[in-house]
């Protein structure tokens, strides 16, 4: 069987971190928020977020896969054959 890994630029990987995290960041303030400003995040599983591990784990999961698929459809993922 044929291992594949992910290929991409550092510039791409930077991007990607960083989208993960001003996401992140969003949800927790929103847990935080007082109530002044925007309280509902956008949330990629339509899902309450009170901040616990199984929330935390489900926006992550579902961010890197929306990323990760726009990357690859855009060219700027790749899968190469660690074989060689």
Not at 15 to 42: C, W
Not at 52 to 69: G, M, N, P, S, V
Request: proline share 5%; glycine share 8%.
């Amino acid at each position: 069987m044929t291992t594949r890994m992910p290929e991409f630029s550092e510039e791409w990987g930077q991007s990607f971190i960083t989208k993960m995290r001003a996401h992140m960041e969003q949800l927790y303030e929103s847990v935080n928020d007082d109530g002044e400003e925007d309280p509902d995040p956008v949330l990629l599983s339509g899902q309450p977020f009170c901040g616990c591990e199984d929330c935390d784990e489900r926006e992550r999961y579902l961010l890197a896969t929306i990323l990760i698929i726009e990357g690859y459809e855009a060219g700027e993922v790749t899968l190469v054959s660690a074989d060689d």
